[in-house]
């Protein structure tokens, strides 16, 4: 019998894994509205070559890559929680104003390329060199990583 409900888990363990990360091709149109906003708003004028929706356990994201290989990363109800831009650097209306106005200071040659959400309202930034900023909910500075 114990042999049995090992074997059931090991079963159930292996289905679940498989199952979990599936990345499945969608059209634009069948995106959250609010992300197709938000591509409509800050990228304008950029071709989508792909749109994907990714399924985990109980939740599900989106992924938007562009063809010049810039990608943005939305949750569930179409909310970006990662904008990344490596060559181009991001759209300056998506960066809040008081970490725009930190990188402006502090990084004057450098670009923005990448810019993710965090838990509670924490934001981490990239720059062109690679140099990764943490910012609290205040915006303050709380981390750097070169």
């Given at each position: ?53 990714e ?17 943005v ?13 490596k ?47 943490e ?12």
């Amino acid at each position: 019998m114990k042999k049995l409900i090992l074997l059931f888990l090991c079963v159930a363990a292996v289905h679940v894994t498989t199952k979990a990360g599936n990345d499945k091709p969608i059209n634009f149109d069948q995106l959250p509205a609010r992300s197709q906003q938000t591509i409509k708003k800050y990228f304008p004028d950029h071709s989508v070559a792909l749109v994907k929706m990714e399924r985990d356990f109980l939740d599900k994201s989106y992924e938007v890559i562009f063809t010049n290989g810039n990608k943005v990363e939305f949750d569930k109800k179409g909310m970006w929680k990662e904008i990344n831009c490596k060559y181009a650097g991001l759209p300056p209306e998506v960066v809040p104003e008081q970490i725009a106005n930190y990188v402006r200071t502090n990084y004057p040659d450098l670009k923005i390329t990448k810019i993710e959400k965090k838990s509670r309202n924490r934001h981490e930034i990239e720059l062109l060199n690679g140099m990764e900023l943490e910012f609290d909910a205040n915006y303050t500075i709380i981390d750097i990583d070169d």
